[in-house]
């Protein structure tokens, strides 16, 4: 199974943060990311699942649309960045196809701590806006194989 962890990309800088949307810069980010991903042929979830802020949403639908893939999107509860990311770990534990997740700082890098190191805290890894991490779960176990950041992609 293939896990691909999606930061959201660049947002407004406006309140209340439920309601924040990607920025101009942020949209440009997420296109680059997705035409990546699609000219490389190394991202293939089947479904992505999001956080409910706003910015995640619109990371997720602009993914789609630039990677020209037609996946569903679904809105799943404890994605949110306080959220204890050992809830979103064993959702992970119940599927067998392959997920994208696009979510927020600090969960997705206590997420992928917690899936390939163990353990959540201290952190690993450290998402910037608009990164994709892909990591493989292989049994019980999880390894990286692949980061891309928006510096990577000009």
């Known amino acids: 199974m293939m896990l691909y962890l999606i930061r959201h990309a660049h947002a407004e800088d406006t309140a209340p943060d439920e309601t924040r949307r990607l920025s101009r810069r942020g949209q440009r980010q997420v296109r ?3 035409r990546f991903l699609r000219d490389c042929a190394a ?3 089947e479904e992505i699942w999001h ?3 706003v910015r995640a949403q619109e990371t997720a639908a602009l993914l789609t649309l630039a990677a020209k893939r037609d996946l569903p999107l679904r809105e799943v509860a404890d994605l949110t960045p306080g959220d204890d990311p050992r809830l979103i770990a064993r959702q992970l534990g119940k599927v ?3 997920i994208a997740i696009v979510g927020h700082e600090p969960h997705l890098s206590a997420l992928a701590s917690l899936l390939v ?3 959540a805290e201290p952190a690993k ?3 910037k806006k608009g990164a994709a991490l892909a990591l493989e779960g292989l049994g019980r ?3 990286v194989r692949w980061l891309v950041t ?3 992609l000009g």
Do not use: C, I, K
């Open 117 to 119: 190191a163990g353990q």
């Open 32 to 34: 680059a990311l997705g």
């Open 51 to 53: 956080s409910p802020l």
């Open 43 to 45: 991202f293939a979830p």
């Open 141 to 143: 176990h999880w390894v």
């Open 150 to 152: 928006p510096e990577l």
């Open 96 to 98: 067998s196809r392959s």
């Open 125 to 127: 890894f450290a998402m």
